[in-house]
């Protein structure tokens, strides 16, 4: 099978390193990849978002499958694009239709769906320029903390949690009169604050059945502790140890079953990935939000413990029939730890040589790259998060530590990392 993997982060460096190991993939090409996932087929040289060099590489290389790894391409419809093609009438594509992106792309949509389907999550209401004053009314009278959410992408940093009502303010003004997100924020969703554990549900679908891959927490502030800017995530862990059989019979319930089965009541096309970020609040699961793709960096720990063939997996889902598929998953713990860039989430730059990186660190890690790029025969810094490091062990803080053994071993200008990814779980 030739396979086609949109994307160039740490998500597709792990996605190149698993679909490589299937004996059932036969050439592996990535769009635009990264040094890391060279390693594993032929990087080419366009964007997600150039539908029409994704086109012709499909008939140029005879590609059976593509596999979509970041959210823009899906939400402004790669899946439809390449569905209406009549040449391409037998190519598999892992993403849901352009419509059934909104689930990610649209906060509105997506807390919409949610009411329709009785899904547990936070109260809300949406405004716009058009009932800003009304928003105001709203927010003053809100209690606190409050969320202000934008309603489009905006690269996991759309999401402002205030503390008093006057930031709330002068962030509700930011989004929608001084388009602090750009068009993402034309819509801001306002919800309310919910207090626990924040966790990733992972399920991959076929539009009718799913299967629940390992799930995941991720940490998104820079600091340690959970302080500072968000950022796209600074590490993750897996297993969650809060997710225990009862607490994921709960999720499966009240949150997965209803998901799969409104996408379907719906007539939604959706094939592929649904990310269901939790928090769980006295034990019990609310939606904070969807994604469309996998997350990232918890790709970097779900697919290390997948012990599935996902091609296989893969080639179920995209044919309707993840009915016959069973996960299995590899009982040890993992953890990965992201090193940044210097000035991250903020200004920084690029350009700085990495070392350390391609040591080989015996079975129990994997350096994944992020942000890289070649010049000069060198990898070198190109981004806010550089390189994951993952690791197994026996539990997640051993984990945590044999990752931060291996990043006592890398190193470029600025290098920046977390060494408290799972503290709470200490």
């Known amino acids: 099978m030739n396979i086609l993997l949109l994307g160039s982060g740490g998500r ?53 499958m593509v596999i979509v790894g970041p959210e823009e391409p899906l939400v402004k419809g790669i899946y439809d694009h390449l569905k209406i093609n009549p040449e391409l009438k037998q190519l598999l594509i892992i993403g849901p239709s352009q419509y059934g992106a909104q689930l990610e792309g649209s906060k509105a949509f997506a807390k919409a769906f949610m009411q329709r389907h009785n899904i547990p999550t936070a109260a809300y209401k949406e405004f716009t320029l058009d009932n800003y004053a009304e928003g105001v009314q709203y927010i003053q009278q809100h209690n606190l903390p409050i969320v202000l959410k934008a309603d489009g992408l905006a690269a996991g940093k759309g999401v402002v949690i205030c503390q008093t009502h006057i930031e709330a303010m002068a962030e509700f003004e930011l989004m929608i009169q001084q388009a602090k997100f750009g068009d993402a924020s034309k819509k801001v969703v306002v919800e309310e604050f919910l207090s626990g554990i924040e966790l990733s549900v992972f399920a991959l679908t076929d539009g009718e ?62 094939t592929g990935f649904v990310f269901i970020g939790l928090i769980s609040v006295n034990d019990n699961p609310y939606v904070i939000e969807y994604n469309c793709r996998m997350g990232d960096p918890e790709t970097e720990v779900v697919l290390p413990r997948l012990q599935n063939d996902l091609v296989e997996l893969l080639t179920a889902a995209a044919n309707k029939q993840l009915a016959t598929q069973t996960i299995l998953t590899d009982p040890r713990a993992a953890a990965t730890i992201v090193a940044v860039s210097a000035g991250y989430p903020g200004n920084f730059e690029k350009g700085f040589v990495i070392s350390g990186h391609n040591e080989h660190y015996g079975k129990q890690s994997i350096v994944f790259q992020a942000g890289t790029t070649e010049k000069e025969g060198e990898v070198v810094t190109n981004g806010g998060r550089v390189l994951c490091i993952t690791s197994y062990a026996n539990d997640i803080q051993e984990a945590v530590n044999t990752s931060l053994d291996v990043l006592s071993n890398i190193n470029y200008e600025g290098i920046t990392y977390r060494t408290d990814i799972g503290y709470e779980f200490k």
């Open 209 to 270: 059945h799913y299967v629940l891959l390992p799930n995941a927490k991720d940490y998104k502030r820079i600091g340690e502790g959970d302080t500072g800017l968000n950022t796209g995530g600074m590490g993750a862990i897996s297993p969650v140890p809060l997710a225990t059989p009862a607490f994921m019979q709960k999720v499966e319930e009240q949150i997965v079953k209803p998901t799969i089965k409104g996408l379907q009541s719906e007539k939604i096309n959706y």
């Open 12 to 64: 597709e460096h792990a996605l190149a390193w698993k679909l490589s190991q299937s004996p059932n993939c036969t050439q592996l090409f990535i769009a635009p990849g990264n040094p890391g996932t060279a390693q594993f087929g032929k990087n080419l040289s366009f964007s997600v978002t150039d539908f029409e060099a994704i086109t012709n590489c499909c008939i140029e290389e005879k590609i059976d």
